[in-house]
């Protein structure tokens, strides 16, 4: 068919998501709540998880999901119960909850060392080691990193060694799970409400540096990552691979 001047009507694009199911896990706020927001556009269904009851139930009404579930994700028990109790297959999990720690080195013990070597790893595996048994063939897992701890800093400690440390774990997680598909966001600084609280009367003087110093000459925001998110569920090429998303803030801070 054609319009009235004779040209082909364009051809309706099909939502990617359409028919599958995406968990967010820290989904309630920031880059969790807009990759729900970003997959529900493209068809999915989604789940949310968060720890503050209140907030997930604004975040669900906000994103139209179809379940939500309060625990705290670093609780491994709590976790498992979660994917055992859910009542049909599943497509894509995503993770932002957990982070870095920033403190010198020299400061902390041998335990709080291992701790933050290991605790975003840790949580990584445990949502993989829950989640895969539920999830459908080709599905995909999406986990955050950031960019910023690539850098060895006396000021943010032992986040450059936990950093180096999460592709070659991803890499080889997406072997090992295969045919579901592993990959990790590297994110630099993202204008999220977490980022807000941590710099609360300098963030819009971190606003404006980044407007200036960033090639792209804007703040990478939440929808941003979300978006990213989305695609490395779409693209079934992609596994075991790190993906940046900082504006170029690595190469200009």
Do not use: Q, Y
């Given at each position: 068919m054609g319009d009235a001047t004779g040209a082909p009507a364009a051809a309706q694009r099909e939502p990617e998501l359409r028919g599958q199911t995406i968990v967010v896990v820290g989904g309630s706020a920031g880059i969790g709540l807009e990759t729900?927001?970003?997959?529900?556009?493209?068809?999915?269904?989604?789940?949310?998880?968060?720890?503050?009851?209140?907030?997930?139930?604004q975040a669900a009404t906000a994103v139209g999901a179809c379940r939500t579930a309060a625990f705290d994700a670093t609780d491994a028990a709590a976790l498992r119960e979660f994917?055992?109790?859910?009542?049909?297959p599943i497509d894509h999990v995503m993770?932002?909850?957990?982070g870095p720690t920033y403190r010198p080195m020299l400061e902390m013990d041998a335990a709080q060392v291992r701790e933050a070597l290991g605790d975003h790893v840790g949580l990584d595996l445990e949502v993989a080691r829950s989640a895969v048994g539920r999830m459908r063939?080709?599905?995909?897992?999406?986990?955050?990193?950031?960019?910023?701890?690539?850098?060895?800093?006396?000021?943010?400690?032992?986040?450059?060694?936990?950093?180096?440390?999460?592709?070659?774990?991803?890499?080889?997680?997406?072997?090992?799970?295969?045919p579901i598909r592993v990959n990790l966001i590297a994110a630099g600084f993202v204008d999220t409400p977490l980022s807000?609280?941590?710099?609360?009367?300098?963030?819009?003087?971190?606003?404006?540096e980044l407007?200036?110093?960033l090639p792209i000459g804007r703040v990478v925001t939440a929808a941003d990552v979300g978006a990213l998110a989305v695609h490395l569920m779409t693209n079934t090429a992609l596994t075991g691979a790190t993906f940046d998303i900082d504006g170029g803030q690595q190469f200009v801070s």
């Open positions: 729900a927001r970003r997959a529900r556009s493209e068809g999915a269904e989604v789940i949310l998880t968060g720890r503050n009851r209140d907030r997930l139930d994917f055992e109790a859910l009542p049909d993770v932002t909850a957990g063939p080709g599905g995909s897992l999406v986990f955050m990193g950031g960019t910023g701890g690539r850098r060895v800093s006396r000021d943010i400690g032992i986040v450059s060694a936990a950093t180096a440390s999460l592709p070659p774990f991803i890499a080889t997680l997406a072997l090992e799970l295969a807000a609280s941590l710099l609360k009367d300098r963030l819009e003087e971190r606003r404006s407007r200036t110093k």
